[in-house]
């Protein structure tokens, strides 16, 4: 399945912002769709899941209350609402994929997007 992550931005801290991942190639609905980022010399960091159908989500603690992981399969599409916006969220944000669900570790991610920069300034 191929990916492709979109609106990043620079936004003021408590701002909002929404990431859209649109998803090609294979059936969207057989992925656990997830969203992950990496800032600056820091490792990939789990942010959000989603299941098949939409009806599981999982969030890392960081963002717990502030941001909502969705999905529409009709049209292969999945999002990432961000709320409350802090300058620790700057980070290269991705999309993934993979098959089954549980687990924050991104190296079970089996395809990746090629990330979309948000930028919190203070």
């Known amino acids: 399945v191929q990916l492709q992550a979109c609106g990043g931005g620079l936004v003021q801290a408590g701002g909002s912002l929404r990431l859209s991942c649109a998803a090609s190639?294979?059936?969207?609905?057989?992925?656990?769709m997830g969203w992950l980022r990496q800032a600056p010399g820091k490792e990939r960091e789990f942010v959000a899941a989603i299941s098949w159908s939409g009806d599981s989500t999982s969030y890392g603690d960081s963002v717990k209350g502030r941001f909502t992981v969705s999905r529409d399969n009709a049209k292969n599409t999945v999002y990432l609402q961000m709320n409350s916006l802090k300058p620790e969220d700057t980070a290269v944000y991705y999309c993934?994929?993979?098959?089954?669900?549980?687990?924050?570790?991104?190296?079970?991610?089996?395809?990746w997007g090629q990330g979309t920069l948000v930028t919190v300034s203070s």
């Open positions: 993934a994929a993979r098959t089954l669900w549980g687990g924050v570790d991104p190296s079970t991610y089996g395809y």
């Open positions: 190639g294979r059936t969207f609905s057989n992925y656990v």
